[in-house]
């Protein structure tokens, strides 16, 4: 798999990852440990919610999604740090058995002031289920590594 | 605990949780599952990375927020729903034998036009260090149940 530079970025291009398969026991995992609300954790209790069903908790889904910004294809980014994440909604919710997939599309990028070293790039990401439902999007920043300068 | 319909949300009243302790043992395991990157997961690595050691995932320490939010005092919201986050960024990293604490302040409400069982509410979330540093900061917006309408 390519690996590019900041150089090597072209707004537009597309990468993708996944599927990444959903289980129930690990939305009630996830939960229970970090968001132990009865529409997470308990199956009963979540058939009676506004979702009718067990659902992921938010923090799981944002978790699936970090786990697949690593494994695009057909190329990554030689990611140097996040810097931030802007209008992340979840249109949908993550329900067992989901199988989840990623798209992330450069919207942006810009050399910065003060390090010649490295870029911003804005990428605009897109986590959909198997019905194609987006089930959470953002614009994901990051400062990412620019060519080493051949010394003459 | 007071829980608080829309109603009683008053804009810039301040909520807090915590502390969370962060160890190391919790940082390699979550990040194991969804961010294996050797500053993650590898003390030795992480100790030549740009943090120069061992620190959390983004979606490690975003799921600690989630954790911390239900839990705030002096008063909750009862959310239905979230409905996103924004302007989310991470200004310092998050590393073992820290102690999390989450400040939350009611930025502003207003009514849905579409149910009058509910209404939006955004608020300014921090998540600081023990040093009084900030490892995130977002803001979450919540449909948040009104005060059911007594019948006459």
Do not use: W
Request: aromatic share 6%; charged share 25%; net charge neutral.
């Amino acid at each position: 798999m390519a690996i590019l530079y900041f150089d090597e970025a072209e707004v537009g291009r597309l990468r993708t990852a996944g599927p990444y398969q959903v289980s129930k026991d690990e939305i009630i995992e996830f939960a229970k440990k970090f968001d132990p609300q009865p529409f997470h954790v308990d199956e009963e209790a979540a058939a009676r919610s506004v979702f009718a069903g067990l659902t992921a908790s938010s923090a799981h889904t944002f978790a699936i999604l970090i786990s697949l910004l690593s494994k695009t294809q057909p190329f990554s980014l030689r990611v140097m740090a996040g810097l931030g994440f802007d209008e992340l909604r979840l249109p949908a919710p993550v329900r067992p058995g989901d199988e989840l997939g990623l798209e992330v599309a450069i919207l942006e990028k810009r050399e910065t002031k003060s390090h010649s070293d490295r870029g911003v790039v804005r990428n605009q990401i897109h986590l959909r289920n198997q019905k194609r439902e987006i089930v959470l999007q953002c614009i994901g920043t990051v400062l990412v590594a620019r060519r080493p300068v051949a010394s003459s």
